[in-house]
C-alpha cells in the first residue's frame, strides 16, 4: 500500500515538475525582449520582471506600455522622497537630486530593449510606429518635467506630474488600435491548390 502510495505521488510530481518547466520556458520565451538578470555579488538577478510587473507573458508591445506606466511610477515616487526630505526648494540643488537623476538614467537604459522589441512588433504599422515613438518622447519629457518648478504649489505639482497618465494610456489606446487595424489587414498565408479544388466542387 505505501509503495503504492509513493508511486502515485512520484507520478504527480513529475507531472508538476514538467508543468512548471513548460510554464517557465514558454514565460521565457515569450519575454526575450528583456535582459537577462545579471548576476551581482555572486547571487543571480531577481526572477520577477520590474520593468513591466504587469505583463506575465504578453508580447513586446505590451511589455513597452506597462513600463512606461511603472518606470514613471518608479521615478515620481523618488522624487517625491527627494522632495520629502529636502522640500521644494531645495530638492534640485546640487546632489540633493541625485536619486532621482540616476533613477531615470537606470530607466532609459531598462526601457530601451523592449522600445526597440515593441517598434519591431508594429513596424508594419506606420501610424502605430509613429505613435509608439511619440509615446516615448512623452514618457522622456514626462521624466524630465519630475523637477519641481519655481513658484510651484504642492497641488500643483502633484497634478502636473500625474495628469500624465491620462496622456499615456490616450497614446496607448491609440497604439493598440492602429495594430488591430494592422493585424486585420494583414495578409492570410496562400491557401493550398487541394482547398481551392475541393472549393471548386
Request: proline share 3%; hydrophobic share 40%.
Amino acid at each position: 500500500m505505501v509503495s503504492h502510495l509513493q508511486g502515485v505521488l512520484s507520478v504527480r510530481l513529475g507531472i508538476l515538475a514538467t508543468l512548471a518547466a513548460s510554464i517557465f520556458s514558454a514565460s521565457v520565451s515569450a519575454q526575450s525582449y528583456l535582459a537577462k538578470p545579471q548576476v551581482v555579488g555572486g547571487n543571480p538577478g531577481p526572477a520577477h520582471n520590474y520593468v513591466c510587473p504587469n505583463v506575465e507573458a504578453g508580447g513586446a508591445l505590451d511589455c513597452y506600455l506597462d513600463a512606461v506606466l511603472h518606470l514613471y511610477t518608479m521615478c515620481r515616487h523618488v522624487k517625491s522622497l527627494e522632495i520629502i526630505e529636502y522640500g521644494y526648494d531645495r530638492s534640485g540643488d546640487g546632489t540633493n537630486a541625485a536619486k532621482s537623476d540616476s533613477c531615470i538614467t537606470k530607466q532609459k537604459g531598462n526601457i530601451a530593449r523592449p522600445l526597440q522589441s515593441a517598434l519591431n512588433e508594429v513596424r508594419a504599422s506606420k501610424l502605430a510606429t509613429e505613435e509608439l515613438r511619440g509615446l516615448h518622447d512623452l514618457w522622456l519629457q514626462s521624466l524630465a518635467a519630475l523637477k519641481w518648478l519655481a513658484g510651484e504649489s504642492d497641488e500643483d505639482y502633484k497634478v502636473r506630474t500625474g495628469f500624465v497618465y491620462a496622456d499615456f494610456a490616450q497614446r496607448a489606446d491609440v497604439i493598440r488600435e492602429a495594430v488591430t487595424v494592422m493585424r486585420a489587414s494583414a495578409p492570410r498565408g496562400p491557401i493550398r491548390q487541394a482547398s481551392r479544388d475541393k472549393a471548386v466542387r
